[in-house]
C-alpha cells in the first residue's frame, strides 16, 4: 500500500516552467514504474510519462523534448519538470503506480497555463 501526494502545480505563463513532486508514503526502491498522467477539461486522463526502477524512461508524444521525469529514490519521490509549457498542458496532474493488486493515485495537482 502506497499513498501519493503530488505538489508543485500553479498558474504559469505559456513558455514558462513548472517542476510536480509527487511524495509517496513508502519507499519506492522497489516499486518498478511510477507515472504522470493529465486529465484536461472535457478529456480522458492520459499517460504524460512514466519511469522505470531502471530508469527507462517513455513520454507522450505532446511532450516529448520538454517534460522530464525523474525519481529519487532516497527521497521517495518521483518528479515532472515542464518547460516551454503551452495552454494545451492545461490539465490536473496526477501521480500513479501499480503494486499488485491496486492501481494507486493520488489526487492531483491543477496546472494551468496562461497564453
Known amino acids: 500500500q502506497v499513498q501519493l501526494v503530488e505538489s508543485g502545480g500553479g498558474l504559469v505563463q505559456a513558455g514558462g516552467s513548472l517542476r510536480l513532486s509527487c511524495a509517496a508514503s513508502?519507499?519506492?526502491?522497489?516499486?518498478?514504474?511510477m507515472g504522470w498522467y493529465r486529465q484536461a477539461p472535457g478529456k480522458q486522463r492520459e499517460l504524460v510519462a512514466d519511469?522505470?526502477?531502471?530508469?527507462?524512461?517513455r513520454y507522450a508524444d505532446s511532450v516529448k523534448g520538454r517534460f522530464t521525469i525523474s525519481r529519487d529514490n532516497a527521497e521517495s519521490t518521483v518528479y515532472l519538470q515542464m518547460n516551454s509549457l503551452k495552454s494545451e498542458d492545461t490539465a490536473v496532474y496526477y501521480c500513479?503506480?501499480?503494486?499488485?493488486?491496486?492501481?494507486?493515485w493520488g489526487h492531483g495537482t491543477q496546472v494551468t497555463v496562461s497564453s
Open positions: 500513479n503506480t501499480y503494486i499488485w493488486p491496486t492501481n494507486y
Open positions: 513508502r519507499s519506492i526502491f522497489s516499486i518498478n514504474r
Open positions: 519511469i522505470t526502477s531502471g530508469g527507462s524512461t
